[in-house]
């Protein structure tokens, strides 16, 4: 289904005070062509501790860059607020399998709108009871650290779940996009793709860096030589 890498730059680790300017810093230019997703963390202070931005941010990112945005929603009640993100124009939305009441038919609703639906679990959360619910989605967000906060260090055994969904998907029984977020960067990158991962959101590892774009493409190589596929 994904033939190249996704590299989804989170810009939880931008420059708030600057995110126009952090969404051009990872676009295509001379280093190649860019950050295929932007990745946006939004947190509500309940589902996770952190707060983070909301939908009119989320709309002014989209007035001013033409990346797709892949907006993560750390959230409670996804089935009322969601909608909202994908009506605005999200490209991919994601929402919390331990947060959403229904989420086959919020998954529906997000189509519908005219987003992509993605589910995300966390790390402690088991992978094989939501097969069937993940048949309705067009993402599966594996998250490498607990939600909430970034800078926090990769959790290798989430790879089982990756590696179940690779499969699943490698065998028709799924068709979706199997995602990672927390802890990517240079060193830990190669075996997420060794495990299957389609899409690899990196934050620190490329707004800590001195060229961020430059970092996508490093990462994308990387994780390129390592996915067999």
């Not at 509500?44 to 939908?55: C, S």
């Not at 002014?60 to 996804?78: F, N, Y």
């Not at 998907?169 to 990158?189: F, K, P, Q, S, Y």
């Amino acid at each position: 289904m994904v033939h190249q890498p996704l590299i989804a730059p989170s810009i939880l680790s931008a420059d708030f005070a600057r995110l126009a300017q952090e969404c051009a810093a990872v676009g295509a230019g001379p280093a190649g062509p860019g950050a295929d997703w932007l990745h946006v963390d939004v947190m509500d202070a309940h589902f996770v501790p952190n707060l983070t931005l909301g939908l009119p941010v989320v709309q002014s990112l989209l007035k001013a860059t033409d990346i797709p945005l892949d907006c993560h929603l750390m959230i409670d009640d996804p089935d009322r607020w969601a909608i909202g993100y994908a009506e605005a124009g999200a490209y991919n939305v994601t929402v919390h399998v331990e947060a959403a009441k229904d989420p086959i038919q919020l998954a529906k609703n997000l189509r519908a709108a005219g987003a992509k639906a993605g589910l995300s679990i966390k790390p402690n959360t088991p992978f094989e009871p939501y097969v069937d619910v993940l048949k309705h989605y067009d993402t599966l967000l594996v998250m490498s650290v607990e939600p909430g906060f970034g800078g926090q260090s990769f959790r290798p055994e989430v790879l089982d779940k990756a590696r179940a969904a690779r499969s699943l998907v490698d065998t028709g029984h799924l068709t979706l996009v199997v995602e990672i977020d927390g802890g990517i960067n240079a060193d830990t990158i190669e075996q997420a793709a060794e495990a299957g991962v389609d899409c690899f959101v990196a934050g620190s590892a490329v707004y800590g860096a001195e060229d961020p774009a430059l970092a996508v493409a490093k990462l994308r190589e990387q994780a390129n030589q390592s996915s067999g596929r």
